[in-house]
Antibody, heavy 115, light 105 residues
Framework: HVQLVESGGGLVKPGGSLRLSCAAS????????MSWIRQTPGKGLASVAY????????YYADSVQGRFTISRDNAENSLYLQMNSLRAEDTAVYYC????????WGQGTLVTVSS | DIQMTQSPSSVSASVGDRITITCRAS??????LTWYQQRPGKAPEVLIY???DLQTGVPSRFSGSGSGTDFTLTISSLQPEDFATYFC?????????FGGGTKVE
């Protein structure tokens, strides 16, 4: 059963940090590019970061460039998102997503940035 | 970035209605188009991938068509469980981008 399970969300103050994790199972993790996508009521769905199979190609949305870092551990079937210098506008549900012809999404983890 | 323009943003419908939702890409995306259904508080679920392929387990009343820049999701006979929000996503080039969503109510 193909599954992605996110963890690490929560409430953090502006300027703080969080590390999101995504545990993959049911497929060969090292065969797929992976992404973090976030959803807010006002701005809908948006790509946050992408990482290639080997981790050598990485993309960040302009809004998170320099603050967020995506990484993966193919041996542990895990994807990560280190989020620093968080802002109120980073408040969203964050989804881990598998690329390829048939996308797979996790259930999401809520990140709330508020004082 | 490729812009995805989805319409309508909402549609008022009844059980048994035929519903058509469209997505237009700002440039050609071949068939790298996925349609999702999202219920409140839940993650998006894949309905259609590669523009027209039905995801396993999805009822056959859902269908997708199109290639290049213009795509359509059709629900042939709306069922009570279909009242939800629908999104399109292009994955032809990065960053993947999404339509604004269509709420079926």
């Amino acid at each position: 059963h193909v599954q992605l399970v996110e963890s690490g969300g929560g409430l953090v103050k502006p300027g703080g940090s969080l590390r999101l994790s995504c545990a993959a199972s049911g497929f060969t993790f090292s065969d797929y590019y992976m992404s973090w996508i976030r959803q807010t009521p006002g701005k809908g769905l948006a790509s946050v970061a992408y990482i290639s199979v080997s981790g050598t190609t990485i993309y960040y949305a302009d809004s998170v460039q320099g603050r967020f870092t995506i990484s993966r551990d193919n041996a542990e079937n895990s994807l990560y998102l280190q989020m620093n210098s968080l802002r109120a506008e980073d408040t969203a549900v964050y989804y881990c997503a598998r690329g390829g012809m048939i996308p797979v999404w996790g259930q999401g983890t809520l990140v709330t940035v508020s004082s | 970035d490729i812009q995805m323009t989805q319409s309508p943003s909402s549609v008022s419908a009844s059980v048994g209605d035929r519903i058509t939702i469209t997505c237009r890409a700002s440039q050609g995306i071949n068939s790298w188009l996925t349609w999702y259904q999202q219920r409140p508080g839940k993650a998006p679920e894949v309905l259609i991938y590669a523009a027209s392929d039905l995801q396993t387990g999805v009822p056959s009343r859902f269908s997708g068509s199109g290639s290049g820049t213009d795509f359509t999701l059709t629900i042939s006979s709306l069922q009570p469980e279909d009242f939800a929000t629908y999104f399109c996503q292009q994955s032809n080039s990065f960053p993947v981008t999404f339509g604004g969503g269509t709420k079926v109510e």
